[in-house]
């Protein structure tokens, strides 16, 4: 805590694209809750938000500087262009890292309801460094978002991505975990797959997902569908192992193909030439598949290599 009344100075890290319409609501909604929980001995009354401007073509930025203009505590930071929301909230994370204890993560349109963040802090008071916010209703997204996003977590499971079900980018992170977070140095970034490697104690916080205060959503299906391939893709090797998996079954189906053809040949049914072809294309076809697979599994170890993860984090040291 960086002062001495041990309250911790709280963050608020807010993503913006676009978001002229939301942006002054949410902002003013988030000072108040800064102000109650100020009032109730939660937060430092220095704690603020910090408004990232994803390179947005509408006037964003200029709403951003004339609510820091009217209050300190609204703080900004500017990208020279549209990165998307896993850049931008991490630039706003790194860069809010020194300036606070904690800091939470919240999308600008308000549909992850903010007074979980209230929640969230008590659990960083109580010594949690991650919490996160989970959904506990997705009654107000459309049917088709829901299920598309369901499909999606088990997908990117099945594929080798460790995620927190219903869980989006909205959670609290403390110094420490933002320091940590800071040491994974791959480009590829995918925040909700990288967090929970950071271990740490971490809780989860449930709230209700309520519709957008104002604008339009910036996350269609097409989003959302590289987002997700991104994210298995920056993340696991598993996919490559697949490949290798399936050559090696279809070596087995060729056991019986094989059978197959040497007995429809035996009982001369067979055009000449047939059977040589069947038995070196299913061959041939599993052993390429196995090859390709072999050849990904190098790639895969290649591609953890370059991400140079940190290997492990250390949580505390007694060394005096
Ligand atoms: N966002 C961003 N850059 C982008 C797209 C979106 O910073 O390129 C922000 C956006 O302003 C919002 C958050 O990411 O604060 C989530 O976007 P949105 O609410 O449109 O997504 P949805 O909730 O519909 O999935
Ligand atoms: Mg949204």
Redesign the pocket.
Known sequence: MNNESNVPRIAIV??????EAALPITAKALLGLIDEMHADGLVAPDSFIMCCD?GSRDRTWQIIESLHAADKRVKGLALAH?R??QN?LLAGLHTVADMCDAAVSI???L?DDPRAIIDMVRAFRQGKEIVYGVRSSRATDTWFKRTTAHGFYSFQRAMGLDTVYDHADYRLMSARALRLLAQYGEKNLFLRGIIPQIGLETAVVKYARAE?VAGE???PLKKMLSFSIDGITSFSAKPMRWIFVTGLLLLLIDIVVAIWVLVARWHHTTISGWSSLMLSVWFLGSLILMAIGIVGEYIGKIFIEVKDRPRYAIRDLLVD
Do not use: F, L
Not at 14 to 19: K, M
């Open positions: 807010i993503p913006c694209y676009n978001e994803d549209n998307g929301h931008v999308d600008a349109d549909q957008r959503s910036k996350y």
